[in-house]
């Protein structure tokens, strides 16, 4: 017999934008979603809701935020916005594609590529924005009653950081982990003994 979980969060991220499509470095620069990012949120929009979210919370990004409202709105909620799910700030990289930053030093687009982003001019490190990921996850998960379900729409390097230290990993498991597909989607659930686990990755 399955047992359903005490609560459960789904973690999502954004739908498309140019700049995913262009491999432009977004960062925290504020793009909104492309034709197919919006197709993309409408499409992922009814799967979520079907999971009866008592909440969405959301990155406060343009993309993000055009994510969740979707969600909400099929879900018939009202969607809250919290910058501690925002993606990574990525310093002097924000703006430029992979070839432009490749074409200035190959080097730099490797370890880009690889995840390695703590050297980056200007940037925030992984362990900044695990920490503050995860903390909005704790409030989001504590806020829920037993048995229901949050939401939780965010950025695809955010999320892999921000939910290994939910889970209380080393924050290297992270690198284990590929890459989100825009509106690909993560579910946790919670055990009895009130501890996480990793029930779906990238849906």
Same mark, same amino acid.
């Given at each position: ?9 789904? /973690? ?5 934008? @140019? ?6 470095? *977004?960062? *925290? ?17 009814? /799967? ?7 909440? +969405? ?17 099929? @879900?018939?909620? +009202? ?14 990289? *924000? ?27 200007? @940037? ?26 949050? +939401? ?33 989607? +993560?579910?946790?659930? *919670? ?5 996480? @686990? ?6």
């Amino acid at each position: 017999m399955t047992v359903a979980p005490d609560r459960r969060l789904v /973690l999502v991220r954004h739908g498309r934008t @140019a700049w995913n499509a262009a491999l432009r470095i *977004q960062g *925290q620069t504020d793009v909104e979603l492309d034709e197919v990012g919006l197709e993309q949120a409408r499409t992922v929009a009814p /799967l979520v809701a079907a999971l009866s979210p008592a909440l +969405v919370w959301s990155s406060d990004l343009a993309r993000a935020r055009s994510t969740a409202e979707e969600i909400a709105k099929e @879900a018939g909620l +009202v969607p809250s916005y919290d910058a501690r799910l925002r993606e990574f700030h990525l310093g002097e990289y *924000q703006g430029l594609t992979h070839t432009e930053l490749g074409a200035t030093d190959g080097h730099a687009l490797t370890r880009f590529r690889l995840g390695e982003w703590d050297d980056i001019p200007g @940037a925030e490190t992984a362990d900044e924005v695990a920490t503050r990921y995860a903390a909005a996850l704790t409030d989001l998960a504590t806020a829920l009653a037993p048995g229901e379900t949050g +939401v939780a729409v965010s950025h695809g390097a955010a999320t892999r950081v921000g939910l290994v230290r939910f889970l209380g990993w080393p924050l290297t498991v992270a690198q284990d982990l590929r890459g989100l597909g825009n509106c690909g989607r +993560v579910v946790l659930d *919670q055990r009895p003994s009130g501890e996480w @686990a990793l029930a779906s990755y990238n849906l």
